[in-house]
């Protein structure tokens, strides 16, 4: 079983910056495939970057890339979410999911995930 809490969220004008956090309970994080999800209101939950292990491999929707940045710190149990040049688009409930599933082909598993925290609010003003 492994638990997750989210912090960081808030709200930030365009173009600013936050940083979400995970923190995982459990002595297996290391063993699982971490993601970010949101959800915009009216909009169904959607992928937004996962990150293997190791930490040394990840994947992003197109969307964020080159703006978000995931990573993970294994002898913290907690994996990042650095959201640069935040857009009013951007504005979702954040959630964290851990997942114990290999990657195919280089990409992960994009839903179904193991594990879900409760979620944090990112809302980003024009």
């Known amino acids: 079983q492994v638990q997750l809490v989210e912090s960081g969220g808030g709200l930030v004008q365009a173009g600013g910056s936050l940083r979400l956090a995970c923190a995982a309970s459990g002595r297996t994080f290391s063993s699982y495939t971490m993601g970010w999800f949101r959800q915009a209101p009216g909009k169904e939950r959607e992928f937004v970057a996962a990150?293997?292990?190791?930490?040394?491999?990840?994947y992003y929707v197109d969307s964020v890339k080159g703006r978000f940045t995931i990573s993970r710190d294994n002898a913290k149990n907690t994996v990042y979410l650095q959201m640069n040049s935040l857009k009013p688009e951007d504005t979702a409930v954040y959630y964290c999911?851990?997942?114990?599933?290999?990657w195919g082909l280089g990409s992960p598993p994009l839903d179904g995930y193991d594990y879900w925290g409760q979620g944090t609010q990112v809302t980003v003003s024009s």
């Open positions: 990150i293997r292990r190791s930490g040394g491999i990840t």
């Open positions: 999911a851990a997942d114990s599933r290999p």
